[in-house]
């Protein structure tokens, strides 16, 4: 940002096919084709992602460039929910950047990997209540941790397996991070339903307004993968609690959600074979369902 609070952005025109022109913003990065399509897409990335790790993990963005879909990468990281500040300043600063690109009559859809699952459909069920803005079409979340308790439970078993070192480390990370924001489950239950968008012990869920909207929750559930790599069964994944959250979900009328389980098809840029991936979202396939 600049001394007066406006966004400080560089533009540049990279030859694709289609042609494109990339805006990269203080809060985003734009796609813009030159003829854009009715639909647009608003992505958000992993916990420490870029908007470049978004673009090289995976061929969705390249896939809905060549049907000439607008791409909205945040820069917002490092997040797992929104603070009440957060959400206020991204929503201005989305809301500004639409109106300078004339995109605010798009279809938008939402999605994001992991984390930024949680911000996006959290974001998208904010949104969905806005009357500034027409309602996200459709959402979606790729192997995403939504009910914060779950995951506090098994960052905990996790750190008390101590079976692999990365995994130990992830899990002590995400411990403190949720016990100094949000305390304990077990005397804070209410501010963690506040802050998950499913809670699946829970009564109400943080996505009512999405029930008429389309949603998809991506997971590769690969338990011999997690059980030789990082000695979790399967109930630790987020696959399982995914699978567990869409059932919830349908038992509450949410007609429009779909589970969506690939085999094989997690791998990270560096041929690594991981089933919590950015890949298992077949890019062609997903513009299909944009399209619809």
């Known amino acids: 940002m600049n001394e007066k609070g406006s966004a400080v952005y560089s533009e540049s025109?990279?030859?694709?096919?289609?042609?494109?022109?990339?805006?990269?913003?203080?809060?985003?990065?734009?796609l813009l084709p030159e003829k854009t399509a009715d639909q647009a897409l608003l992505l958000f990335g992993g916990f420490s992602e870029t908007p470049e790790d978004v673009l090289n993990e995976s061929d969705l963005v390249r896939s809905a460039l060549n049907a000439?879909?607008?791409?909205?990468?945040?820069?917002?990281?490092?997040?797992?929910?929104?603070?009440?500040?957060?959400l206020n300043n991204?929503?201005?600063?989305?809301?500004?950047?639409?109106?300078?690109?004339?995109?605010?009559?798009?279809?938008?859809?939402?999605?994001?990997?992991?984390?930024?699952?949680?911000?996006?459909?959290?974001?998208?069920?904010?949104?969905?209540?806005?009357k500034k803005f027409k309602k996200p079409i459709g959402v979606f979340v790729v192997d995403s941790?939504?009910?914060?308790?779950?995951?506090?439970?098994?960052?905990?078993?996790?750190?008390?397996l101590d079976f692999h070192e990365g995994?130990?480390?992830?899990?002590?990370?995400?411990?403190?991070?949720?016990?100094?924001?949000?305390?304990?489950?077990?005397?804070?239950?209410?501010i963690y339903f506040e802050n998950s968008a499913v809670k699946l012990s829970g009564k109400r869920q943080n996505v009512e307004a999405l029930k008429e909207i389309k949603i998809r929750f991506y997971t590769e559930p690969d338990s011999s993968w997690w059980k030789k790599n990082r000695g979790v069964g399967y109930e630790q994944t987020n696959a399982y609690l995914l699978e567990q959250a869409v059932q919830l979900l349908?038992?509450?009328?949410?007609?429009?959600?779909?589970?969506?389980?690939?085999?094989?098809?997690?791998?990270?840029?560096?041929?690594?074979?991981?089933?919590?991936?950015?890949?298992?979202?077949?890019?062609?396939?997903?513009?299909?369902?944009?399209?619809?």
């Open 68 to 86: 000439n879909i607008p791409v909205l990468i945040s820069t917002l990281n490092r997040k797992l929910w929104w603070s009440t500040d957060d």
């Open 90 to 130: 991204f929503e201005e600063a989305f809301f500004k950047l639409l109106a300078e690109r004339e995109l605010i009559q798009k279809s938008w859809h939402i999605g994001g990997f992991s984390s930024g699952g949680n911000l996006a459909i959290m974001l998208s069920n904010h949104l969905s209540r806005n």
């Open 167 to 190: 995994a130990v480390q992830e899990a002590s990370f995400l411990k403190s991070l949720l016990e100094t924001n949000l305390g304990l489950p077990a005397e804070k239950s209410k």
């Open 145 to 160: 941790p939504l009910d914060l308790e779950r995951l506090y439970e098994n960052a905990s078993h996790n750190l008390a």
């Open 250 to 292: 349908k038992q509450k009328g949410f007609d429009k959600i779909s589970l969506i389980q690939t085999k094989n098809k997690g791998y990270r840029r560096d041929n690594m074979r991981h089933p919590h991936s950015w890949s298992i979202v077949d890019g062609k396939e997903f513009v299909k369902w944009v399209k619809k």
């Open 13 to 30: 025109r990279t030859i694709t096919k289609p042609k494109v022109d990339t805006l990269r913003q203080t809060d985003f990065h734009l």
